[in-house]
């Protein structure tokens, strides 16, 4: 089935610890993005990439890196987790990135995260 | 600042129709779109609006204007499945999107 893959789909972790949350696309879509997602707040950017090799700063980028090595592929690594980090990570994706981006998002189903 | 605002709860029943409004402040604005989000999966794409006016699909229509900073996602013949957040979402002059916190919508028999 088309669509976009993230992993793990839940994660307890103890505050210090790397973690690489995983989210690969198979609609060849030039666009991916991370989101936070928390209780009464709206979906926030973390990073985003337009296309294969390039990556950009969202709304909340700090503590949080991404890389985009090819099309499918835009990991989200947090270096050393904290307790605010706490949050339903969602990953998405666009045929058109952020310049021109009048097109409709496709997401994962997001990965919980813990962190204590 | 970027402000987007939407109710938190609303409640309706099964068979009736409900309207979710949204209203905006954004530093330009390139278009406007909704999202349905059901408990503990994805957001999915609804609507989008660039015009002011109304867009029908199906059960779902969305209107917006633009000189208001006003949109509207009218609901009809609710239906049990429908009960789930709302997430008004717009894009603003550097085509980031800014999402409203989203409105719970419960559906009752």
């Known amino acids: 089935i088309a669509g976009i893959t993230q992993a793990p789909t839940s994660q307890i972790l103890a505050a210090g610890r790397r973690m690489t949350l995983r989210c690969t696309q198979d609609?060849?879509?030039?666009?991916m993005y991370w989101y936070r997602q928390d209780l009464g707040l709206g979906l926030r950017l973390i990073h985003y990439?337009?296309?294969?090799?390039?990556?950009g700063k969202g709304e909340v980028p700090d503590g949080y890196s991404v890389s985009r090595a090819n099309t499918d592929d835009f990991p989200l690594t947090l270096a050393s987790a904290v307790p605010s980090q706490t949050s339903v990570y969602f990953c998405?994706?666009?045929?058109?990135?952020?310049?021109?981006?009048?097109?409709?998002?496709?997401f994962g189903e997001g990965s919980r995260l813990t962190v204590l | 600042g970027q402000n987007i605002d939407q109710p938190t709860e609303m409640t309706a029943t099964e068979g009736a129709i409900v309207q979710i409004n949204c209203t905006y402040q954004?530093?330009?604005?390139?278009?406007l779109f909704w999202y349905q989000q059901h408990a503990g999966e994805a957001p999915t794409f609804l609507s989008y609006?660039?015009l002011d006016g109304l867009e029908e699909k199906g059960r779902f229509s969305s209107f917006l204007s633009r000189s208001k900073g006003y949109s509207y996602l009218l609901l009809k013949e609710l239906q049990m499945k429908d009960s789930a957040s709302y997430l008004c979402?717009?894009?603003?002059?550097?085509?980031?999107?800014?999402w409203g916190a989203g409105t719970k919508l419960i559906i009752k028999p």
């Open positions: 609006n660039v």
């Open positions: 609609m060849r879509h030039n666009a």
């Open positions: 990439s337009n296309t294969a090799g390039t990556t």
């Open positions: 998405a994706s666009s045929d058109e990135g952020l310049a021109g981006h009048t097109g409709e998002l496709f």
């Open positions: 954004t530093s330009g604005f390139n278009g």
């Open positions: 979402a717009v894009s603003d002059s550097n085509y980031q999107l800014i």
